[in-house]
């Protein structure tokens, strides 16, 4: 009985490493944002365009968001087919809570960028560049919940 | 991630439950099995409702299941 005691623990420890289905997303989606939006600001950067007029940046960071867009909802679909009780799954009450706590430290890094683009940036900057320093501040805002999202995930979290 | 202030027995009700599975403890519960792997590891506090559908199912009080060891 000890034994089976015992192949049972194993068996729990081997279950719970397993990524979960909203995990997974979590890394798709952070994986895929992390990419598409390093390669929109790297050519910024760089001196595409997209930096300085207003119709190269709505057609490259378009087709980028579109990109990422299209591999988050295919990779989606993807683990929801491999692992479709997952798939269907309603969000319990942990999801629902990590969910509260990641979207509420992303909150305070939108505030905050927001605040620098709408209120402090127009006094140097304009056009573009504000739209820019808006786009990156959702983008870093959604990275962040996303990492703490994951890190919920990964290292517990008490609600 | 600091450890709550109390421990669980839903490893051990579960393998005395006829070797109960966590995705089967969490449909009876209404949780994913994950969440089930993270209260039993220490790595979510439940809430009390679910806390007391856990101890339900196996029949038990709430302090035969939880127990306190904090200060």
């Known amino acids: 009985m000890l034994i089976l005691y015992n192949i049972e ?3 729990i420890d081997m279950e719970y490493r397993v990524v979960a289905f909203r995990e997974k997303i979590a890394w798709l989606t952070l994986v895929s944002m992390a990419a598409a939006y390093t390669l929109y600001f790297g050519l910024v950067l760089a001196g595409h365009p997209a930096g300085r007029a207003m119709a190269p940046m709505l057609w490259l960071f378009g087709s980028i968001a579109l990109a ?10 993807l683990f929801a087919i491999r692992t479709p009780k997952e798939g269907r799954a309603r969000a319990d009450e942990r999801d629902r809570s990590i969910d509260g706590r990641s979207t509420r430290i992303a909150y ?12 402090i940036m127009p006094f140097a900057d304009s056009g573009v560049r504000l739209v820019n320093a808006a786009l990156l501040t959702l983008v870093l805002a959604e990275t962040a919940r996303h990492l703490v999202i994951l890190l919920s995930y990964r290292r517990g979290w008490h609600g | 991630m600091a450890k709550p202030p109390f421990t669980n027995d839903i490893r051990t009700l579960r393998f005395l439950s006829g070797e109960m599975t966590q995705g089967e ?12 792997a993270a209260i039993e590891q220490g790595k979510y506090s439940p809430s009390l409702e679910v806390a007391f559908r856990i101890a339900r199912i196996f029949g038990k009080p709430l302090e035969a299941v939880f127990q306190w060891s904090g200060e």
Do not use: H, K, S
């Open chain 2, 25 to 36: 403890l969490g449909d009876l519960v209404g949780v994913t099995r994950q969440t089930i």
């Open chain 1, 68 to 77: 990422q867009v299209i591999v988050v909802v295919a990779g989606t679909t």
């Open chain 1, 108 to 119: 305070y890094i939108l505030m905050t960028g927001m605040i620098v683009v709408g209120v």
């Open chain 1, 9 to 11: 623990f194993e068996f």
